[in-house]
């Protein structure tokens, strides 16, 4: 018979609440148990101390008749320092997955070609201003000689 440690949950709707029990591998998740080893409120702080109670003795001779633990309750037995849990390394994890790197390619494609069309647009309106300001500076220069030669008419005239 395959044994194993686990939680088996209990409470209210919203309001969990476990049982560390020791049961049949083939048994249902709530269902019959051989021993209950103790309980695990996770409503709790962190630091509480009755957020996770259990019975070391027990642990201990289950874990020496071969029960194994699932990986929460693991944690649990590894923090009352019965058992020494290898810390897991999914290197993995934080990377996005397929389609999320779609969505992403598309949205820095989208934002390359906006930043293209508003670079020619601020092309293509300092364009004309460049070209107005030239007009402008030929048109002042012109009257600046007007004046000038005009004078110059006026003092060989007289």
């Given at each position: 018979m395959a044994l194993s440690i686990r939680l088996s949950r209990g409470g209210a709707k919203k309001r969990p609440f476990y049982r560390i029990v020791v049961a049949d591998a083939r048994a249902p998740r709530d269902g019959r148990f051989i021993e209950k080893l103790g309980t695990y409120n996770p409503l709790l702080p962190k630091d509480s101390a009755e957020r996770v109670t259990l019975d070391a003795e027990r642990a201990k001779h289950w874990l020496s008749v071969g029960a194994q633990p699932t990986d929460r309750v693991e944690r649990f037995l590894d923090a009352a320092g019965l058992l020494t849990r290898a810390a897991k390394n999914n290197p993995k994890k934080a990377e996005p997955g397929e389609k999320a790197k779609e969505r992403a390619e598309?949205?820095?494609?989208?934002?390359?070609?906006?930043?293209?069309?508003?670079?020619?647009?601020?092309?293509?309106?300092?364009?004309?201003?460049?070209?107005?300001?030239?007009?402008?500076?030929?048109?002042?220069?012109?009257?600046?000689?007007?004046?000038?030669?005009?004078?110059a008419a006026e003092s060989t005239e007289g």
């Amino acid at each position: 018979m395959a044994l194993s440690i686990r939680l088996s949950r209990g409470g209210a709707k919203k309001r969990p609440f476990y049982r560390i029990v020791v049961a049949d591998a083939r048994a249902p998740r709530d269902g019959r148990f051989i021993e209950k080893l103790g309980t695990y409120n996770p409503l709790l702080p962190k630091d509480s101390a009755e957020r996770v109670t259990l019975d070391a003795e027990r642990a201990k001779h289950w874990l020496s008749v071969g029960a194994q633990p699932t990986d929460r309750v693991e944690r649990f037995l590894d923090a009352a320092g019965l058992l020494t849990r290898a810390a897991k390394n999914n290197p993995k994890k934080a990377e996005p997955g397929e389609k999320a790197k779609e969505r992403a390619e598309l949205k820095a494609q989208k934002e390359a070609e906006a930043a293209e069309a508003a670079a020619e647009a601020a092309a293509a309106a300092a364009a004309p201003v460049e070209e107005a300001a030239a007009e402008e500076a030929a048109v002042e220069e012109a009257p600046a000689e007007a004046p000038a030669e005009e004078a110059a008419a006026e003092s060989t005239e007289g």
